[in-house]
């Protein structure tokens, strides 16, 4: 795990707590898995699926009734990300702010992570000050 002792992975806005809160209830699910994977013009793209169960490697935010759990594989990845949850005239969805993100495409819909080392030198300078 990434975790740096105190902090929690990642943060949740009021309105995303609210609409991770009322999908949880909806079908009785346990919760929203967020990862990312290889994909879209910049290299990568976020991931949220139902979880119908915890996952022992999961790192498990919990915040007013809302729970995420991050896939180990995103978890360096995503460490320090604030999800928010936003409704527009045209569209409506989660959008993550993340400063691990080193680009995006126009639509954002796709990102570019800092290399591993560079992260990794993030979050030994975090834990240290």
Do not use: W
């Not at 346990?30 to 990312?36: S, T």
């Not at 729970?67 to 928010?84: K, N």
């Amino acid at each position: 795990m990434f975790g740096i002792p105190g902090k929690q992975a990642v943060t949740l806005t009021p309105a995303a707590v609210k609409q991770i809160a009322r999908l949880m209830e909806k079908d009785g699910h346990k919760g929203l898995r967020i990862g990312v994977k290889k994909g879209g013009c910049a290299g990568m793209e976020y991931t949220m699926d139902y979880a119908a169960e915890v996952d022992p490697m999961d790192e498990v935010v919990e915040q007013d009734g809302a729970r995420v759990m991050i896939a180990p594989m995103a978890q360096m990845f995503l460490f320090g990300t604030e999800i928010d949850y936003e409704i527009s005239l045209l569209e409506s969805g989660f959008r993550f702010r993340n400063p691990n993100v080193a680009d995006a495409c126009g639509c954002g819909e796709s990102i570019k992570f800092k290399d591993v080392e560079e992260l990794a030198a993030e979050r030994e300078a975090s834990l240290k000050g």
